[in-house]
């Protein structure tokens, strides 16, 4: 079946970067795009961007531009988020959603606190 | 972007009751709406994709109508497994924008 296994939690300090990944299995991890999303109490969920595992073609919410670079590694059937110059607001659930969001990754926190 | 407006924020139903959650989208967005149960602690669960059309494995009690810009998932005899908070996720444009949730608790 189709499984995203996410990175585990991590506390990074501000100013700092972290780099979150999702392991996928089950499918055709070329096949299907995968989409990043962010999870804050009180505020919802914001959708961070997109990549086309197939040829690396991206996509971002304009907000995030500058904040998150997804990559992906044919490879080993992983994504990666990497998320620089964290503030607290980055403070978040940050989870992967494969296609049309059809499966979801556990969710990866990250925390920014010095 | 379009913003996706879901009603109630918070919803008290019992048992056997047949509740009903909104999602209203700035502009027309076709069919292109899911819907989502999300559990406290776990990732989002995917109900209904494209408006009405239920994903597999997901009880017959959910379901889901609506096209253009409002929109309503349906659950028809509510169980208590059912406690969670629901979303809308619009993915007719980019961005993607989701709904402000639904919390559903039993009364």
């Known amino acids: 079946q189709v499984q995203l296994q996410q990175s585990g939690a991590e506390l990074v300090k501000p100013g700092s970067s972290v780099k979150i990944s999702c392991k996928a299995s089950g499918y055709t991890f070329t096949s299907y795009d995968m989409h990043w999303i962010k999870q804050q109490p009180g505020n919802g969920l914001e959708w961070i961007g997109w990549?086309?595992?197939?040829?690396?073609?991206?996509k971002y919410n304009q907000k995030f531009n500058g904040k998150a670079t997804l990559t992906a590694d044919k490879s080993s059937s992983t994504a990666y988020m990497q998320l620089s110059s964290l503030t607290s607001e980055d403070s978040a659930v940050y989870f992967c959603?494969?296609?049309?969001?059809?499966?979801w990754g556990q969710g990866a926190s990250v925390t920014v606190s010095s | 972007d379009i913003q996706m407006t879901q009603s109630p924020s918070f919803l008290s139903a019992s048992v056997g009751d047949r509740v009903t959650i909104n999602c209203k989208a700035s502009?027309?967005?076709?069919?292109?709406l899911n819907w989502y149960q999300q559990k406290l602690g776990e990732a989002p669960k995917l109900l209904i994709y494209n408006a009405n059309s239920l994903q597999t494995g997901i009880p017959s009690r959910f379901s889901g109508s609506g096209s253009g810009t409002d929109f309503t998932l349906t659950i028809s005899s509510l169980q208590p497994e059912d406690v969670a908070t629901y979303f809308c996720?619009?993915?007719?444009?980019?961005?993607?924008?989701f709904g402000g949730g639904t919390k559903l608790e039993l009364k």
């Open positions: 502009q027309n967005i076709n069919r292109y």
């Open positions: 996720l619009q993915h007719n444009s980019w961005p993607r924008t």
């Open positions: 959603a494969r296609g049309v969001m059809d499966a």
């Open positions: 990549i086309y595992p197939g040829n690396g073609n991206t």
